[in-house]
Each structure stands twice: as structure tokens, then as C-alpha cells.
């Protein structure tokens, strides 16, 4: 259903009406719009990706995929070889008072045994050039400000384009959206994100570094503000070392953003005064920095909802995929992508209740897909977010192997449903009598 591309003058085709740009626009090309853009353009729908930066272009990430996110990319069909230029890892490293444990990537049916890494500045040109190589149509420096909605049926977006900031305004049946933290679109609706639902801060900064090498991603489960010595506060949320294998390491911190931490303020602060206190040797001082430290926000839990609404889908960022137990988001980004593009391409093929049907599915699909874990996940960030409890957990948790075992397949979400050890059967009882978000 290749439709007309007002830049260049084609001639519409299939079904898409002569007013329509095209049968969907994806605003935002991250892994969840450009995954999103691939899969529904390879159904041999016409895509309309359009994004306000022009790649390749950095993102705030720890640049860390496990396994889960493996398979997303594996089932996009992304090549994912270390000949490829993937960097694989092993496992997790958990290290919390003075007790450094390697735990091994569980051994499952439903995911691959190895991790990744990857900067984004290359992992998010990548994959949407393979949206491109799919058929999907990117347009970049592509600013959307807003939905247009009629009768309350979402029909394209407006904003603005290229270095003289012209406006502009595009129509389709559908659109996605794929924007990230910012979610202008569905602010652009009154879609206010929901305040009981988690949120973390990232913060990351490149160091050339002796540990480069490191095929264990490495989390730090305690992180300590001690910039006031006589109050020091241990804070809700985790440091993290992963090494690229290009002779840098990516360093950074994850915190929820909750009532002890929301005065902290100075996030980059706080990072740079965690890394004074990592041993010398490993280089994370300011004369090995390459480029300042970033920010970003974390939005999680299923904090914007409701997913869907007519004429639109939020997917990723936008719809609050980031999982509160870990702050991964790039496995779910693409997840709900995969799961958007089935909805969108059944519910294009047909028309009228039909249509609406197939399209009203995608916020119970991610129910049923996502819904139970993160609502478990919601509970677990607040209990983290009691001091007392981290330390306990901490302690009497981190020298057991086989509680660090469970715990590492819980907090990455990494467990075969159907079948496997004792641990995976008790995780997916456990997920499924915990009611869904």
C-alpha cells in the first residue's frame, strides 16, 4: 500500500486516501519507531518515519543489552555477530558490600545465552537504516509539535521542519508515537503521564579505561551520596561499568527519582563523586573523560496510559516501557514496536469496527505481555526506594549464589514461561498472580 511521497510527486496507490501521506507515520526514529517503521514497511505498508535529530546522533544510555533485547534484534533480523561489530558479554557482575559475584546469562529456550554492547550513536543508525532498507521513508531534522486531531480520531501530526523551522503538516490513517521521555504527541493530546508510577534519571559519561575489555556487564547495587559526610544517604538505584571493547568503558548511574533523591538535584554531580571514590587504576578521572556526561530520563512502568487511543498508539518511551526493576528500556521500546507493528498491520488491511478492533487490541496485548511484570516491578520501586530494605537486601542477599540467580532472572525479566528449572516456574507464578498494570 505504497503511497504517494508529497516530496516527490508519486502517484498515490492502494488504499490510503488521496489526502493521506501515507498508511503510517511513526514519529521518532529510536529502536521502538525505527523497529516499528521496519516491521510495517516490510508488511508492504507505506511508513513515514520522521525524527528531529539527523544520524547518526548520540542518546543518554548505558549502551548494555541483555539477552531480551538480544532477541528483539535478532527477530528484526539484525545480524548480531561480534563480526558485525557487537561486542558480546557473558552476564551480570553484582557488587555490593565488598562482595563481587559473576552471574552468568541463564541458559533458557526463549532468549539467547549472550548480552551486547553497543554506543547508540551507532546502534540507533543502524537500525534505522534498516528501517530504510525495509521501505520505510525517514525524514530527518523533522520536529512534530502536535497531533491533529478530527472528531476525535488522531489523522496526522504538524510541526516543523529543517534549519528554517518550515511548518508542516502530515495525515494518515495511523500514527505512532515514538518520541521518547519527551511524548510530545501524546502531551500534544492531554496525556498526562501518571505521577504513582515510577521515574528514573540516568546519568553516563565515557572514560578511556583499562577495563574496556570487561565481557560482564557490572552493577554496583549500592550507591552512596556521601558529598555530606556527616549525612551520607544510600540511594535508590544502581551504578553501573560496561566496557565497549574500544578502549573506553560507559559509566554511569541509574536512581529513582522518589522522595529521598528528588533533593539531590545535581545528578551529574553525584556521578562524578561516585567515579572519585572507584579505585584510580580503572581511569575514571577527568583527564580520560571523552565528552561530558550526559542525562536522560527514565520512564517507567506503564506511566502513560491509556496505549492507545483513535487514530494512535503510544510505543516505547512514550508509553512509560522503561522496566522499573532494572531501567532497561530498550528490549520493551522494541517489544511494544513489535507488538504495535501485528496490531497496525491487521487493523490496516481492514476497515471500519474491524479496523478499530485490530487497533484496540495493542493496549491489552501489552497488558498481557508486560503488564503482571511491571506491576510486580512497581512494588519492588517502592520498597527499593526504603533504605532499610536495600541494605538488607544487599547483605544477606548478594553472598547467596542461588538467590542471586533468581534475582538476576527477575530484575531482567529473563525466564521461559512454559518450561525450565524450578526458578522459572516460580517466576511465572509469581508474575501471574500479581494483578496487571
Not at 503521564?193 to 547495587?221: I, W
Not at 580503572?282 to 517507567?300: D, Y
Request: aromatic letters at 6%.
Amino acid at each position: 500500500m505504497r503511497a504517494a511521497d508529497p516530496t516527490t510527486g508519486g502517484a498515490a496507490a492502494g488504499s490510503v486516501a488521496r489526502s493521506a501521506d501515507a498508511d503510517v507515520i511513526v514519529v521518532g526514529a529510536g529502536p521502538a519507531g525505527s523497529t516499528a517503521a521496519a516491521y510495517l514497511a516490510r508488511a508492504g505498508l507505506d511508513v513515514l518515519l520522521l525524527d528531529k535529530s539527523t544520524f547518526p546522533r548520540a542518546k543518554v544510555c548505558g549502551d548494555g543489552l541483555t539477552p531480551r533485547a538480544v532477541k528483539q534484534l535478532i527477530d528484526l533480523g539484525i545480524d548480531m555477530s561480534e563480526a558485525a561489530g557487537w561486542r558480546h558479554n557473558k552476564g551480570l557482575r553484582a557488587v555490593a558490600g565488598g562482595v563481587s559475584m559473576d552471574l552468568p546469562w541463564p541458559m533458557l529456550a526463549s532468549f539467547p545465552d549472550f548480552g551486547a554492547v553497543r554506543p547508540r550513536q551507532d546502534f540507533d543508525e543502524l537500525l534505522v537504516r534498516h528501517a530504510e532498507k525495509q521501505g520505510a521513508r525517514l525524514r530527518e531534522a523533522t520536529t512534530v509539535t502536535a497531533a491533529i486531531e478530527e472528531n476525535g480520531v488522531v489523522v496526522g501530526v504538524e510541526g516543523h521542519e529543517g534549519p528554517d523551522r518550515r511548518p508542516f503538516t502530515r495525515r494518515a490513517p495511523l500514527t505512532l508515537s515514538c518520541d521518547g521521555v519527551s511524548a510530545r504527541v501524546a502531551l500534544s493530546l492531554g496525556m498526562v503521564k501518571d505521577d504513582r508510577r515510577p521515574l528514573g534519571v540516568a546519568v553516563r559519561r565515557y572514560y578511556t579505561s583499562p577495563r574496556t575489555d570487561d565481557d560482564f556487564l557490572e552493577t554496583h547495587l549500592e550507591v552512596w551520596d556521601r558529598r555530606d559526610p556527616k549525612a551520607p544517604k544510600l540511594l535508590p538505584g544502581y551504578g553501573w561499568i560496561f566496557g565497549m571493547g574500544d578502549g573506553t568503558s560507559n559509566v554511569g548511574l541509574g536512581i529513582l527519582a522518589t522522595g529521598r533523591t528528588n533533593g539531590t538535584g545535581d545528578y551529574r554531580g553525584l556521578l562524578t563523586h561516585w567515579l572519585a571514590a572507584q579505585p584510580e587504576e580503572w581511569g575514571f578521572r577527568e583527564e580520560n573523560a571523552v565528552g561530558t556526561i550526559g542525562g536522560a530520563g527514565l520512564p517507567m512502568g506503564f506511566n502513560r496510559t491509556p496505549h492507545a487511543r483513535p487514530g494512535m498508539l503510544l510505543v516505547g518511551d512514550a508509553g512509560g516501557m522503561v522496566n522499573p526493576l532494572n531501567g532497561e528500556g530498550i528490549a520493551y521500546a522494541m517489544e511494544s514496536a513489535s507488538i504495535a507493528a501485528q496490531c497496525a498491520i491487521q487493523g490496516l488491511a481492514r476497515s471500519g469496527a474491524s479496523r478499530e478492533a485490530a487497533l484496540a487490541a495493542y493496549p491489552r496485548r501489552m497488558s498481557e505481555a508486560l503488564g503482571h511484570y511491571y506491576r510486580l516491578g512497581n512494588a519492588a520501586a517502592r520498597l527499593i526506594g526504603n533504605p532499610a530494605v536495600m541494605r538488607v537486601a544487599t547483605r544477606h542477599g548478594l553472598p547467596r549464589p542461588t538467590v542471586m540467580r533468581f534475582l538476576l532472572k527477575l530484575l531482567a525479566n529473563l525466564y521461559d514461561p512454559k518450561e525450565g528449572e524450578l526458578s522459572d516456574r516460580v517466576l511465572t507464578a509469581l508474575t501471574r498472580l500479581t494483578p496487571a498494570v
